[in-house]
């Protein structure tokens, strides 16, 4: 498997990590990026490109080790077996020390392509992957030769592992291409801000390794993702997605911490988002189906889209029969369901309008829907029609 990164992510997340050095006091590398980029503006335009890209790329691989990250969060997730690192001494640091500082100064051109050079015999591995250290294979030991296989067998599947600069939050985060036909290639864009301040290494590394979780289930057979057509105007099919990327949340995290790995959200905050999407299910029930989520060692991709589409699907298989009539479960008001008066995905419910409502407003509501009840709710639209109606808006 190959680890490349997109010139214009190696290009910001040096610029920002070197400008944050300098401005903690800690020049040196500040100082050795500019000894090597400056005089590349003495070099013919067309040839400034190149020249900086190679800079970066020793700089962001080599010298800071921004690399480092993503093989971290590739091992930690079973994407690329544990190896040991073998870290070379950078080009950088190899030079010789009667080298006159002027040699830079008088040949950048030929500066640069020396350190390129030096550079480009570290970055290939013998898997071909990118990375600033050599690789080289731990020997597993017994008790993990299972993970070490299914990591192997993961690293085989996939081409490449492509790592682009995010323009914003919305745009971060991991997808799979070429994944039906098949030599997948695993996309993940992430801020270059991320990696630019040293004391954060650790949020940046639980969101490469969340979001490389989420890429995995989406190579791994038994997930058998796919891209499933969801049905329904755009505001159901916006609340079935966020629900099933929560419910998808809660299973990656879930594996997650049974591993001992960090990531971007934990259990309590998990359970937060959890109660906000699910609060109109009674208190005991929401608590048994989170922890029965949490729990969860496999699930499937339809499995989940099946729980965020449909509320049945979600409570029987968390739910015990006994706990709930089924009577009770259709009383349950989510966010978006539909009023049962408009038919209109509801977001803003009146559970018992009778509690709150003139008798003239149920009996008006009775008289367009005879079958309704009180306890079957309505949307605050519905609502403040029927009051109008009645006279007591």
């Known amino acids: ?42 070099l013919p335009e067309d040839d400034r490109e190149i020249a900086f890209e190679k800079v970066n790329r020793l700089f962001f691989l080599e010298r800071l080790k921004l690399g480092d990250h993503v093989l971290r969060a590739l091992e930690a997730v079973g994407l690329i077996p544990k190896r040991k690192r073998t870290v070379r001494k950078s080009a950088l640091i190899q030079k010789p020390e009667s080298e006159e500082p002027e040699t830079l100064e008088a040949a950048p051109e030929e500066a640069l392509a020396q350190q390129a050079e030096a550079s480009a015999e570290e970055e290939e591995t013998e898997e071909g992957v990118t990375a600033v250290a050599e690789m080289e294979e731990d020997e597993p030991e017994q008790n993990d030769e299972i ?18 600069r995010g323009i914003n939050k919305v745009d971060e985060g991991s997808n799979v291409l070429n994944r039906v036909s098949g030599n997948p290639i695993i996309e993940m864009r992430v801020l270059a801000s991320r990696f630019s301040n040293p004391e954060e290494a650790q949020e940046l590394d639980a969101f490469l390794i969340h979001e490389f979780m989420h890429a995995k289930d989406m190579v791994d057979p038994e997930f058998d993702y796919e891209d499933a057509f969801i049905p329904g105007n755009p505001s159901v099919k916006n609340l079935i997605t966020a629900r099933f990327q929560l419910l998808w949340n809660i299973y990656v995290d879930s594996r997650l911490a049974r591993m001992g790995v960090v990531s971007v959200s934990n259990r309590d905050a998990r359970y937060r988002e959890f109660d906000n999407f699910y609060r109109k299910i009674p208190d005991k029930q929401r608590k048994g189906i989170f922890e029965g989520l949490w729990k969860t060692e496999k699930l499937t991709h339809e499995e989940l889209l099946s729980m965020a589409t449909d509320l049945d699907t979600l409570m029987s298989k968390y739910v015990d029969p006994g706990e709930m009539q089924d009577e009770d479960r259709d009383y349950i008001h989510l966010q978006g369901s539909p009023c049962p008066l408009c038919k209109f ?47 007591v808006g």
């Open 345 to 391: 995905p509801t977001y803003n419910w009146v559970d018992d309008p009778e509690s709150i409502c003139d008798e003239m407003v149920i009996e008006a509501i009775q008289i367009d829907f005879p079958d309704w009840e009180s306890k079957d709710g309505g949307c605050d639209r519905c609502i403040e029609v029927y009051e109008l109606r009645a006279g």
């Open 1 to 42: 498997m190959k680890v490349s990164y997109s010139a214009q992510l190696m290009e910001e997340s040096v610029f920002r990590h070197l400008n944050h050095l300098e401005r903690s006091g800690y020049r040196s590398d500040y100082d050795e990026f500019h000894s090597l980029a400056d005089p590349i503006y003495e």
């Open 147 to 164: 993970a070490y296989d299914l990591a192997r067998e993961f690293e085989e599947r996939i081409r490449e592992v492509v790592v682009k």
